[in-house]
Every structure is written in structure tokens, then in C-alpha cells.
């Protein structure tokens, strides 16, 4: 991923997409496109904060998939924005993996869910095909109207927070499944809590088969200090 591809235009009509499909909530219960769209994850960090992120990507056949490796990805708070907003530099990754530093000024939601998006997307890409615009276009509607949010516990720091849980399998029931080289049960967790810097504490995509011979991929983004989700 070369550039932050849901950024700005793409950001928005994700969060468009997402916002029009959903229906109406209980009011005491956030909806999920509203805590993760919607929400000032970072207004409240103090510019010269760094948010850094364990990528953890683990193949079953490294053969296959290629090499698994564990390497850094930082969300910097620069310095401050418009009213509320904050500017960011987004880090990805060390070394021979390092991608091109990424500025974007006046967020207030954390730049780091839309890797995570971006980077699901792509990769479920690699595995299965299929049109990019067609799979990023399944998985929002899958936000708005598909995926569950439950209650979690997540330990921050040694210490227990509530949170919520995140689970969606956009492409499971997709009309083209049978086209997904056995990858459509892909499954994709979101841990956040507003008790945690930036909201996001553990992402995670779990890139199974149905063929058990088949090779499968993990891979895992969390917050440093971040322990068990339950």
C-alpha cells in the first residue's frame, strides 16, 4: 500500500456509504459507524504523542504467502489543526519494508483504522481477486448494516477498560463467492475503547479457507500497552 488510499475523497464516501445503510439504534447504544466514523478519536492527545501499532502478519505457509514479519507502524500527533482537529504523520513500518511517510492535516478521527481498512481490503485482494471498488464497496455496506459490536473488556497498561468488539465477514454471503478462492469466511475484528488513546487498541484479519489444505493468513495490528480483549 503505497498511499493511504481511503484517505480524505475515499474517507468519506466510506463513511457516506456506511452512514446511509445503517438503520436506526437504540439510543443508549453507540452505533458502530458513529463510534468508528464519527468519533474525535484523537482531539484530546497532546501534539508530540506517538500512538505506535505492532503489525504482526503470519502466513501458515510462507512458502505460499510470503515471509511473516513484526515491524512498527506510528500515528504522530504533530501539533494542532483547526479547532479540534490535529495534524498527523503516519509511519509505516522500518527498514526495506518502510513505506513513504504519510502527512494529513486536521483530523480528528485515528488515521489508523482506515490502514486497517485499506491493508483488509488489499490484502483479502491478493488471496481471493476480485475488483478492488467492488470489494471496498461490500465491505462498507457490510459496516453499515452486517457487522456485530459487543461489549468488551480490554486490558490497557496492566489494567481492565470497557470497550466494544467489532466483528465483520463482509463477504461470506457475497453473490460472487464462489470466485474467492475459498476466502470468503475472511473474518475482521476492530477492540476499541474511548478510554483508550485513539479508540483502537487491537485489529485484526483472519484470512481463512474453506479447502484445510489451503494456506491461511493472520494478521494482527495493536496498540502498545495493549493486552487480552474479551
Same mark, same amino acid.
Given at each position: 500500500?503505497?498511499?493511504?488510499?481511503?484517505?480524505?475523497?475515499? &474517507?468519506?464516501?466510506?463513511?457516506?456509504?456506511?452512514?446511509?445503510?445503517?438503520?436506526?439504534?437504540?439510543?443508549?447504544?453507540?452505533?458502530? +459507524?458513529? &463510534?468508528?466514523?464519527?468519533?474525535?478519536?484523537?482531539?484530546?492527545?497532546?501534539?508530540?504523542?506517538?500512538?505506535?501499532?505492532?503489525?504482526?502478519?503470519?502466513?501458515?505457509?510462507?512458502?505460499?504467502?510470503?515471509?511473516?514479519?513484526?515491524?512498527?507502524?506510528?500515528?504522530?500527533?504533530?501539533?494542532?489543526?483547526?479547532?479540534?482537529?490535529?495534524?498527523?504523520?503516519?509511519?509505516? @513500518?522500518?527498514?526495506?519494508?518502510?513505506?513513504?511517510?504519510?502527512?494529513? =492535516?486536521?483530523?480528528?478521527?485515528?488515521?489508523?483504522?482506515?490502514?486497517?481498512?485499506?491493508?483488509?481490503?488489499?490484502?483479502?485482494?491478493?488471496?481471493?481477486?476480485?475488483?478492488?471498488?467492488?470489494?471496498?464497496? =461490500?465491505?462498507?455496506? @457490510?459496516?453499515?448494516?452486517?457487522?456485530?459490536?459487543?461489549?468488551?473488556?480490554?486490558?490497557?497498561?496492566?489494567?481492565?477498560?470497557?470497550? @466494544?468488539?467489532? +466483528?465483520? =465477514?463482509?463477504?461470506?454471503?457475497?453473490?460472487?463467492?464462489?470466485?474467492?478462492?475459498?476466502?470468503?469466511?475472511?473474518?475482521?475484528?476492530?477492540?476499541?475503547?474511548?478510554?483508550?488513546?485513539? @479508540?483502537?487498541?487491537?485489529?485484526?484479519?483472519?484470512?481463512?479457507? +474453506?479447502?484445510?489444505?489451503?494456506?491461511?493468513?493472520?494478521?494482527?495490528? +495493536?496498540?502498545?500497552?495493549?493486552?487480552?480483549?474479551?
Amino acid at each position: 500500500m503505497s498511499k493511504i488510499s481511503f484517505r480524505r475523497a475515499g &474517507i468519506a464516501a466510506f463513511v457516506v456509504s456506511c452512514l446511509g445503510a445503517i438503520g436506526a439504534t437504540a439510543a443508549e447504544t453507540p452505533k458502530l +459507524t458513529e &463510534i468508528l466514523f464519527d468519533r474525535p478519536h484523537i482531539a484530546a492527545i497532546a501534539p508530540g504523542t506517538d500512538l505506535v501499532y505492532k503489525f504482526e502478519r503470519k502466513p501458515s505457509n510462507p512458502k505460499a504467502l510470503g515471509e511473516g514479519f513484526t515491524d512498527d507502524i506510528i500515528v504522530k500527533i504533530e501539533s494542532d489543526g483547526a479547532p479540534g482537529k490535529k495534524n498527523v504523520l503516519i509511519k509505516m @513500518y522500518s527498514g526495506d519494508r518502510a513505506r513513504e511517510p504519510q502527512r494529513i =492535516t486536521d483530523m480528528d478521527g485515528n488515521p489508523m483504522l482506515i490502514v486497517f481498512l485499506d491493508n483488509a481490503v488489499a490484502h483479502f485482494r491478493m488471496l481471493a481477486g476480485g475488483d478492488s471498488a467492488y470489494l471496498k464497496g =461490500t465491505f462498507s455496506k @457490510y459496516l453499515g448494516d452486517g457487522a456485530t459490536m459487543v461489549p468488551a473488556t480490554i486490558v490497557y497498561k496492566g489494567q481492565p477498560v470497557e470497550g @466494544y468488539k467489532v +466483528t465483520a =465477514t463482509p463477504y461470506v454471503n457475497d453473490p460472487a463467492k464462489g470466485k474467492m478462492n475459498g476466502f470468503e469466511g475472511a473474518t475482521f475484528t476492530i477492540a476499541l475503547s474511548d478510554k483508550i488513546p485513539g @479508540y483502537f487498541a487491537k485489529m485484526t484479519s483472519e484470512y481463512t479457507n +474453506t479447502d484445510k489444505n489451503s494456506p491461511t493468513l493472520e494478521e494482527t495490528t +495493536t496498540l502498545e500497552g495493549v493486552g487480552d480483549v474479551k
